[in-house]
């Protein structure tokens, strides 16, 4: 009779537990204690931020979360214009070759310590210091000795980066770098706080000890679900700050996502899934946003092995069978913009190059195509055989189905369809082993052409095709040596003719971003860097509460 | 008894030991690397940045490495959260999961056991094929669809309920994800009852109880029951260890920060130490439940003990 008491015992013995553990794990956040009637505002994350330590970061998402926090010498406008950050002003020498900087006299941290030109030099050299083993550490690739003291042979305080007093920040470069501001609005780029760094250590970036000179303070995170925003009294522009409560929230799936936007949890979205699309765009009208972004959607080839190293033409076959129109309308259909050229349009001061062939009708197009596969010595009889390489997802699946049906009507093409995890595929690219076409995109770094043209050099890590071409190669240098800009554009709009003309990818279509924005939410600028501060936009009389 | 767990315990060595070496070598083999991403890097930055997470050392090295951490209870640095060790995120995720998880058994156990034992009592009756019915539906319809289902109808359109972890403070968050994650496991223990009690009813003993006058109530109550949770408790263990280490599919759709989206992600990402450190968890969690449920058996049923 002792044992038949023992179920109910352990069952209520897990209900206390149960009940204890969640007493416990609503009581470590303060998140309930902020007062009622602040404006709280809830955004979404696609993924995960890996960190939050401005250098050691990687992620659009952790860039995205960090834009809040900190603040570069430069930034931008909600509209995606360059403006003064932590500096108010700089002078450019002549010669493009020295940038002076003047930190703002009202620029403070979070415990209200001043900003000083010693915590960007501080940052800069961590961010190029082996030890800190930071991403991003190629970006300052011009300023001078960044190189050496990334690979190792010169010590990080030999950066040319120097602080000439409190407020005065120099920069010395090794050759003109006309992107050089949108470089300094990147997190990368962030100061750093000296004094807590040297006492907190590689825990500096946790949250209630990440100081911060931006809009808000790291106040909490909770991997896997939340990170939460408080507003910086200390900043220099926290008069213009409206929101008090930022929640970057982490939802990884995308219908996940729009119900929580439906069920008023989420005043942001970071993305609308693509399934219902047409029915969002007829039910949400101007909620939606969507806007061009800088970044490419591609097919590359592997240029260095057959059937398609030294055969242009060939290449150029398939690229011209491929129906973007048909693509973008009926497979993506989220408002992508068919692409003809390798740089997205509207990038700042550059006008991109079409493709040869990118006036001609579809019909003209497949025409020309199949004679050109037919010189390659292929037919009907005689197809060529080839893999295509993509990452497993549903989408990436549809369109390298589509464009194998094109292949195979329009040229009798037999495209194999392979799909492999998103690592492995890396992996299978940066190899060129087992690639012959693949699937790819790359995203700006900043907003100019040179951050698009520049991974097609010959020796860049990021050229998965294996493309080399001298003369491309002699007019991204020559370009790199302009100091004036409209000749500097002439020679980038030259490279991308000479790639686009040798067809070592194909470009399919330009990304664009897209948001739910409630009604509520003022300030939102859509544009083309997708970068929408938290500290732009505030919240309508209506909503108060943080649920609307 | 406490001879028996030392043992026990004992043994679970050589076997955690073995899992920890194939870990190892199957996330080493998976290809790609860590921070391999699209946007390449120059080969001295990689450089660095294995050096920094000692990934250029030969692979024994790695792992004596990572062994004699592991030895002192550190499970090395996460490659995917890189402000964090492993053994934090594990020690911030799996209190979410085992609150989520204990909640979902309990929820399963009670309900579970009550339907099968009237669906049993009431054999072949309306009432059996209802309940069984149900129990069907539960086993046959993926997580997937019932949460996704519960979320539209009780937090979009009702907004009666949070339809997200971090949608709402209070205890209501949990409401959701729990009866996802319950329904399944409900209809499974209530199958399994109903079965297992219809045999035990029919055995000589309770008919011998019958003969001595004794009414369905106290037979089921006092002999029926007891025989008849075995097989139910059998499956509860390892159904435990599974519930509490998380529910990829629940923890993704309701946004939970607990340990199967962080073995999830530490798996795409290529972050060995995090999913060396999650099976490593797992696996000692599973050795300890089934000792758990072993002691359990025991305890219900005397001529297991003595053996």
Redesign the interface.
Known sequence: ?K??R??PV??AT??G??VM??A???GGTD??SSPTGTPVLNRALST?P????PQ???SVQAADVLRDIGEGLVTYTAAGDLVPGTADSWEIAEDGLSYTFRIRADAHWSNGDPVTAANFVHGLRRLVD??????Y??ELGNVVNAEAI???EMDPAELGVAATDERTLVISLVRPTPYLLSLLTHPSTFPVHRGSFEQHG??F??AGKLLSNGAYVLADW?????IELHRNTHYWNDAETSIDVV?H?????E??EF??Y????LHVTSTVPPENFEQIRAEYGDQLHVAPTLGVYYYGFNVTRPPFADNPELRQALSMAIDREVLVEAITGRGEAPAYSWVPPGIHNYDPVQLPYAGLSQTERNAIAQSLYKKAGYGRDNPLRFELRYNTSDTQQRIALAVQAMWRKVLGAEAMAVNV????L???M?NREVTEVFR????GDYNDANTFLAIMESDS??N?PGYSNPEYDALMQSAGEQLDLDRRRLYLEEAERVLLADHAVIPLYFYVSKHLVKPEVEGWQDNILNYHYSQHLSLGAAERDGRP | MLRYTLRRLLGAIPTLFLVIVLAFLLVHA????P???????????EA??A???HLDEPLPVQFLRYLGGVVQGDFGPS??????TVSE?IG??F??S??LG??A??LA??SGVSLGVVAALNRNSPLDRIVMGFAMTGISIPVFVIA?VL??FL??KL?WL??????S???SR?LLPVVSLALPQIAYVARLTRASLIDVLSSDFIRTARAQGLGTAAIVR?HA??PA?LPVLSYMGPAVAAVLTGSVVV????????LG??FV?GS???DYTLVLGVVIFYATLIVLLNLVVDL?YG??D?RIRRR
């Open positions: 009779m044992t038949i023992l179920l352990v069952l897990l209900a537990a149960a553990l969640n416990c794990s609503n998140r309930e995960e890996e960190s939050l330590d050691k970061s990687r082996p030890a800190t083993a930071a991403f550490a190629a990334v690979a190792g590689a825990q970036a946790r909770e991997p896997g679900a939340i929640r929230h982490v939802v990884t799936q219908m996940a119900n929580r439906r069920a008023d949890e995890e998103f690592q492995v890396l992996d299978q940066r790819s995109s790359w995203f890590v990021a998965m | 998976a290809p790609g690397g921070f391999d991403d699209e946007r390449a890097l120059p080969p001295e930055i660095n940045i050096a920094a997470y490659y995917s959260y890189r402000d964090y995120l911030r995720s209190p979410v085992v609150q204990i909640l058994m309990l156990a009670v996704p979320v539209l937090a979009v907004q949070p339809a997200s972890w971090t949608g403070e209070g205890a949990l006092y029951l007891k949770m923890e993704e759709i309701f946004g939970i920060p607990g989206q962080l992600r795409l990402n290529r359990l305890a219900i005397p």
